[in-house]
Nanobody, 120 residues
Framework: QVQLVESGGGLVQAGGSLRLSCAASGSIFSINAMGWYRQAPGKQRESVAGITSGGSTDYADSVKGRFTISRDNAKNTVYLQMSSLKPEDTAVYYC??????????????WGPGTQVTVSS
């Protein structure tokens, strides 16, 4: 039993900053890659940022230079620091994690999402 829970979403004005967190809990042996996705109304879900277990990161072009993904392996938590937010960033943000469970099974888990709204 593993669950991911996002937090930190909310309403912010354009140009502002917001920090999202996602904590994984349950029968976790280790976590490989973790990432953030988002989905705006009427649009497909898109990848925002990813981070490997070793700390290598990758970002969507639309957020590169503005968002920073990080993780705390001891806390099984991934973060997304969002700066210079734009109205186009408005979406439900989801985290995911490639988790190795005790017993060595592997499965990609998703959080329920957290709303980020950027006003103009």
């Amino acid at each position: 039993q593993v669950q991911l829970v996002e937090s930190g979403g909310g309403l912010v004005q354009a140009g502002g900053s917001l920090r999202l967190s996602c904590a994984a809990s349950g029968s976790i042996f280790s976590i490989n890659a973790m990432g953030w996705y988002r989905q705006a109304p009427g649009k497909q879900r898109e990848s925002v940022a990813g981070i490997t277990s070793g700390g290598s990161t990758d970002y969507a072009d639309s957020v590169k230079g503005r968002f920073t993904i990080s993780r705390d392996n001891a806390k099984n938590t991934v973060y997304l620091q969002m700066s210079s937010l734009k109205p186009e960033d408005t979406a439900v943000y989801y985290c995911n994690a490639d988790i190795i469970h005790y017993g060595r099974s592997r499965y990609v888990h998703w959080g329920p999402g957290t709303q980020v709204t950027v006003s103009s």
